[in-house]
């Protein structure tokens, strides 16, 4: 039931667009009945016609002898009268009968303006008796002096009660909405359709996908927002290839001055005797390995959100992943971390060979960095039935579930973190996946640490 209020208050276009339907027809239907019934008004048919007239002059006559019945009679003659013209027993809302006979009212309806008296005979008049408007027209026999006059009301809010009292405007849109109500909504779903093209296009894409639009459809309106879409992307898209180069340009000038201050730290070094000078001068090149390292994660960044057209080729993974253990052996050495790889058989993969190194790097040299002195890092790669999939575990602190996913971001770190770091290590990994059309996800490991996996799906090589 909640959930049902939510979505009934919850604003959306198709309803919208139903219920402007239905006030448009609601508007128009009120401006027609409104110009046809005031004109009956002005000109109503019981008034203008001669039947009514006639059957009254027939009645006064051939029952002139009887005052008694004959008063009778028009009483209810006057009370049918009323009832098929609406109003009800209200003479301001309904219509009056008088008769006369030789200038003598001999019967007049409850109500009626027995003061008023028509000065053409014959012709419509419209009246005023105590504050009320009148339409009025009076006819005399013509074999004897008894004249009819009938009253209609003619003022705005009779006419609105009169309007109402007939169910000439409440009744037909009663029975008409909800007739329209599902061709209305069918049809607008209909319309959509080019719309919800577009939506699930957008829908469907990943936050780097900034290429334009495929479906643009041909109606004009949906045409111009698509187009508008468009050029937004192509503005971002600028901006993000303008932000790329000048990091990936950056970063490639600061290599070659970093390089430098090394290697004059590391020959001032030589030189030094003194034990506090030596510790400064080791200061200066551990800051200088982190910026170095730093450069080079932004230049594999970057390298990997690249959108060139690269070969894909065949790469044996086992292969890869064992060449890479070897090269960051002496860093899990030096924290006396230890390697653990299992895999069945040679595993190959398509991708390229520089940006699946950078992953595997990126991966191994987390998980040293964060496990414990002494821990375990393992390293096993697994063919399943669609994918081959690399997980890499080790005995950290993890990471929470809530931060899983800010995680991938660039230069975010988990804020309880006291390792150093620049927060570029997953996202690296996370943009690997992306050009190789794979995924990664986290959770936890066995022993209560991280344990990344990295699904890559099955090619066929010829």
């Given at each position: 039931m909640r959930n049902l209020w939510y979505h009934l208050r919850r604003p959306t276009l198709v309803r919208r667009i139903i219920i402007a339907q239905m006030l448009l027809l609601t508007l128009l239907w009120s401006l027609f009945l409104t110009f046809i019934l005031w004109e009956d008004l002005r000109s109503p048919p019981i008034l203008t016609g001669s039947k009514t007239y006639e059957t009254l002059f027939t009645l006064v006559e051939r029952m002139d002898e009887r005052p008694q019945a004959r008063t009778e009679v028009l009483e209810a003659f006057s009370k049918a009268l009323r009832e098929s013209y609406g109003g009800g027993e209200d003479p301001a809302l309904s219509i009056n009968l008088i008769v006369r006979k030789n200038g003598a009212v001999i019967f007049s309806s409850a109500g009626a303006p027995v003061g008023v008296t028509n000065t053409r005979p014959g012709e419509m008049e419209h009246v005023q008796s105590e504050g009320r408007a009148w339409t009025s027209r009076t006819l005399k026999s013509a074999h004897s002096d008894v004249e009819v006059t009938l009253f209609t009301p003619a003022s705005g809010w009779n006419f609105f009660i009169y309007l109402n009292?007939?169910?000439y405007y409440i009744l037909p849109l009663l029975v008409c909405f909800p007739f329209l109500l599902f061709p209305a909504w069918l049809s607008i779903r209909i319309a959509m359709r080019p719309w919800n093209?577009?939506?699930?296009?957008?829908s469907l894409r990943t936050p780097d996908d900034l290429s334009p639009l495929k479906a643009v459809p041909k109606h004009r309106e949906l045409r111009q927002m698509v187009?508008?879409?468009?050029?937004?992307?192509?503005r971002v898209r600028e901006s993000a290839e303008r932000e790329r180069v000048f990091i990936a340009d950056a970063a490639h000038e600061l290599r070659t001055?970093?390089?430098?201050m090394r290697i004059n730290v590391e020959a001032l070094q030589s030189y030094v005797l003194s034990q506090s000078q030596q510790e400064l001068l080791a200061g200066i090149v551990r800051s200088n390995s982190r910026a170095a390292r730093l450069v080079n994660q932004l230049l594999l960044m970057m390298h990997s959100e690249a959108r060139i057209d690269t070969v894909m080729e065949p790469v044996p993974l086992m292969s890869l992943i064992q060449d890479r253990m070897a090269a960051l052996e002496p860093l899990a050495s030096e924290r006396r971390v230890e390697l653990e790889f299992f895999a069945e058989d040679e595993v190959w993969v398509s991708g390229i060979r520089e940006c699946l190194m950078s992953l595997i790097d990126n991966l191994i040299e987390n998980a040293v960095k964060y496990s414990p002195e002494g821990g375990r890092i393992q390293v096993d790669v697994r063919s399943l039935e669609k994918s081959t999939q690399l997980r890499v575990s080790d005995a950290g602190p993890g990471i929470p579930v809530e931060l899983r996913e800010r995680v991938f971001?660039?230069?975010?770190?988990d804020p309880n973190q006291l390792q150093s770091g620049s927060g570029l290590g997953l996202a690296i990994v996370k943009a690997v996946t992306q050009q190789h059309n794979s995924c990664v996800?986290?959770?936890t490991s066995a022993e209560g640490g991280l344990m990344v996996t990295v699904d890559f799906p099955n090619r066929t090589f010829s």
């Open positions: 009292s007939r169910g093209k577009v939506v699930n296009e957008i187009d508008a879409i468009n050029d937004f992307l192509a001055p970093l390089a430098a971001d660039r230069f975010f770190r996800n986290l959770s």
